[in-house]
């Protein structure tokens, strides 16, 4: 971690952050359903469709503008992936309908008594499109936890690998519990049995760097409105995995990489906003430019896409200084239970994001969001489709758990905030 670093001028790029309710500044850590967006991502959205807005592939000026943004944001999300070539860069309406359709046509080629692996500890958007292949024969496993912290257990892993395991398909992070996983070295294991692997990278995108060579992932897919942007799916794949599988399609549309995977008229507007979205994480990063100068880790990395791993290198460091405080602050708490890693020690915040899901005794997850919502502090509660872990961790049925999701334009004086709200209802309730 470097030296303290403060983030919060950032948050006046947010107009959402200036609501106010009692006269009290709004706080919003509702983060892992959705994070406010940047004002470069409202302009980007509504200059589009002041000046730009049509169907592609037309001759005429409006329709070649919005191919134009089109090709450009490819290209934005290739540099924020450090993917080879914007060629592997696949738009669709979100996540869950991008792992559907990719499940189906992976599914054709896959035979009875092939195997897929997912997780206890991924969102089920992540899993049910992988079970949905189990009409056609193939078998799932699914990996567990350590059930004390709530990390996923590689040595169940590595077990339930075998030479008929086609695809490991797994979490970057969890939108549960914020555990990160060890992607680099669970893809390793995966190819080293010839299987796929399939990186649901929806909680981890908006914080940390992302580097898809690096971790030689097959595909990984996020959602521009969890990193500051509007709501669009991204999906990364190795060319020749987009070339190789059969899309489902329309038989006019394009079948060239990555256009095939891309069924209907896409959310252009949407796409526009990804622009600005990536215009604000780029400038954020110029500005952090000087406190990682001699980072050895984003040496290999130049122009935009360096100040896009600088602005989330340093937004990894601010969110971890967040979790410092957050953490023990909430372990003082009477009858308050995290679920996850809740130690401070450098390895274990390097091991989650500020994504802490907690329960109180004696008060209803939804209860306590209730209340923290009269009170202008928004935070979810529930299963957040973390379907298999809430039942994993016995609270499936029983409401779930309170969600405490930040990112970095929360502050040290909202922690304060909600710490002593939360002291409030828990005494409350005793
Ligand atoms: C970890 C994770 N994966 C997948 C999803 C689903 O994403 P989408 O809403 O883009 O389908 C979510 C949404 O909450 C998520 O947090």
């Not at 928004?378 to 409401?399: C, I, S, V």
Request: glycine letters at 8%.
């Amino acid at each position: 971690m470097t030296a303290h670093i403060d983030l919060s001028a950032y948050r006046r790029y947010f107009p959402a952050l200036q609501r106010e309710i009692n006269g009290q500044p709004v706080i919003y850590w509702d983060n892992p359903g959705g994070t406010q967006v940047a004002q470069q991502v409202i302009e980007a959205m509504t200059r589009y469709l002041r000046e730009a807005n049509a169907n592609a592939h037309g001759t005429f000026f409006t329709s070649q503008r919005t191919d134009e943004i089109i090709a450009t944001a490819r290209q934005a999300m290739a540099d924020f992936l450090n993917a080879a070539s914007p060629a592997e860069i696949v738009f669709g309406p979100n996540m869950t309908t991008l792992t559907f359709a990719f499940s189906r046509a992976i599914g054709q080629t896959l035979q009875a008594g092939d195997e897929i692996i997912v997780t206890v500890l991924d969102h089920d958007a992540n899993v049910a499109p992988w079970l949905a292949l189990q009409e056609r024969g193939v078998v799932i496993r699914t990996v567990d936890i350590h059930p004390e912290n709530v990390t996923l257990n590689l040595q169940d892993l590595q077990e339930k690998i075998n030479e008929r395991t086609r695809l490991v398909a797994v979490g970057y992070a969890s939108n549960a519990v914020g555990t990160i996983n060890d992607v680099q070295r669970i893809t390793q294991l995966a190819h080293a049995a010839g299987a796929l692997v399939w990186i649901d990278a929806v909680q981890y995108a908006p914080h940390g760097p992302i580097d898809v060579q690096a971790l030689d992932v097959d595909f990984l897919v996020c959602s521009a409105y969890k990193f500051f942007g509007p709501h669009l799916g991204i999906l990364y794949g190795k060319r020749q995995h987009l070339e190789h599988f059969p899309a489902y399609k329309v038989r006019p549309a394009s079948n060239a990489v990555p256009e095939r995977w891309e069924t209907g008229t896409q959310n252009h507007e949407g796409v526009a906003g990804l622009i600005g979205a990536i215009d604000y994480l780029t400038l954020l990063g110029e500005k952090q430019a000087a406190h990682y100068a001699a980072d050895p880790r984003l040496c290999p990395y130049q122009g935009r896409r360096r100040s896009l791993k600088v602005a989330m290198q340093a937004i990894s460091d601010y969110e971890r200084q967040l979790s410092a405080q957050l953490l023990p602050g909430l372990r003082e708490i009477k009858g308050l239970r995290i679920y996850g890693i809740s130690g401070t020690a450098p390895d274990e915040l390097a091991q989650r994001v500020p994504t802490v899901a907690c329960t109180i005794n004696g008060h209803h997850p939804r209860a306590l969001a209730t209340a923290l919502g009269e009170r202008g502090i928004f935070a979810w509660d529930g299963n957040y489709y973390a379907l298999g872990l809430m039942e994993r961790l016995g609270l499936e049925g029983r409401g779930g758990a309170l969600r405490l999701g930040l990112c970095h334009y929360n502050t040290p004086a909202e922690i304060e905030r909600v710490l002593s709200v939360l002291q409030e209802l828990a005494g409350a309730g005793n």
